[in-house]
């Protein structure tokens, strides 16, 4: 099973959501885990409905199965103090480096260096292991940049190769590709039954995989139910929608024909609906890879909602993959 699961996706279609969730099924199963984000935006804090994370692991849920969740937001400029902390043995010093602002350059260093930090971090706590010789966390899940990012962000090496070709920063990226090519990683890719996100998902896959980093489940979130079976989607999309009418004319409803349009619309828009996932389904078995659907939730997600969702999740097996 893996024990680092990237979540990416196109922007809004859930990444943080079935982060958290994956967080929770994962824990379910007695699994210790650690939830990371790295934009800086608050995400997990937001869902959780907890204060704002420090740079700091703390436990966040306690699941059904009595395992742990943890959470971190990780940001570029305590990471490289992290970083320096455990490379130079700065100590004191990297308080005062910190104090001066020497470091401001962390939130203006090249990108690729930037990156190398942040998922450098999340690769530390894949591998963290306590005095006994275990690892710390069993999982690792991280709420990732989108799908058009996503690449090149864990594809460190190739980032940085460009700005350091020997020394520390690439010795750190070389030991992050280790995790993230190895099938300890799985990135997984949440995506809406629509075209754009769909094509995106199906986009970044083939980056990802040209970037031999290692692909893991397709999640289809928000999906609606279907109200109608095949036999009443041919009726109200075809050419049997007139008989609708008739039919209803014929058993003594008087004007059924404007009775009846607004409502063979509504069902049309629908059958229409359904079709266009139909395609997009498709499309998506196409990428010959695991997936999981979670169902659009009414009221928005909130705590309670989102340990549904880590259900629905458990029960379809995610997390359970190794990347492919
Ligand atoms: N299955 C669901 N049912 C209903 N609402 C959902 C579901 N999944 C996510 N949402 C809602 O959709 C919105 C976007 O979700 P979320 O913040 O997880 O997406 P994101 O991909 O992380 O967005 P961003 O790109 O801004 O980081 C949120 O309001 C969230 O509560
Ligand atoms: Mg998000």
Do not use: W
Request: hydrophobic share 45%.
């Amino acid at each position: 099973m893996s024990r680092f699961q990237v979540v990416s996706g196109k922007g809004g279609t859930g990444k943080t959501t079935v982060a958290a969730a994956l967080a929770l099924a994962l824990a379910a199963e007695g699994k210790r885990t650690l939830l990371v984000e790295v934009e800086g935006r608050q995400g997990i804090a937001q869902l959780f409905e907890s204060e704002a994370l420090p740079y700091e692991e703390r436990r966040i849920a306690v699941a059904p199965g009595g395992g742990e969740v943890h959470a971190l937001a990780i940001d570029a400029e305590r990471a490289l103090l992290d970083y320096l902390q455990m490379f130079y043995k700065l100590g004191s010093a990297g308080r005062a480096l910190k104090k001066l602002g020497a470091i401001d350059f962390a939130t203006t260093i090249a990108p690729g260096v930037r990156d190398v930090l942040l998922t450098g971090k999340a690769c530390e706590a894949v591998r963290r292991k306590d005095k006994k010789g275990r690892f710390v966390y069993d999982h690792v899940v991280m709420d990732a940049p989108p799908t058009g990012r996503i690449t090149r962000f864990l594809n460190v090496n190739d980032e940085v190769a460009g700005l350091a070709r020997i020394g520390p920063i690439h010795n750190q990226a070389q030991a992050v590709m280790r995790v993230l090519k190895s099938p300890e990683t799985a990135v997984h890719l949440v995506t809406l039954l629509e075209e754009m996100p769909v094509q995106e998902t199906a986009d970044g896959i083939a980056e990802l995989r040209a970037a031999e980093l290692p692909v893991g489940r397709v999640i289809v979130n928000m999906v609606r139910p279907h109200l109608l079976d095949e036999e009443a989607l041919l009726t109200v999309s075809g050419a049997r929608r007139k008989e609708i009418a008739k039919t209803l004319t014929r058993a003594g409803v008087t004007g059924a024909a404007a009775l009846v349009r607004p409502l063979v619309e509504q069902a049309a828009q629908h059958a229409q609906r359904v079709s266009l996932e139909r395609e997009q389904r498709a499309v998506l078995a196409g990428l010959g890879l695991p997936t999981a659907e979670l169902p659009l939730l009414g009221d928005g997600v909130d705590l309670s909602a989102l340990h549904d969702l880590a259900a629905e999740l458990r029960k379809q097996g995610a997390g359970e993959e190794v990347g492919s």
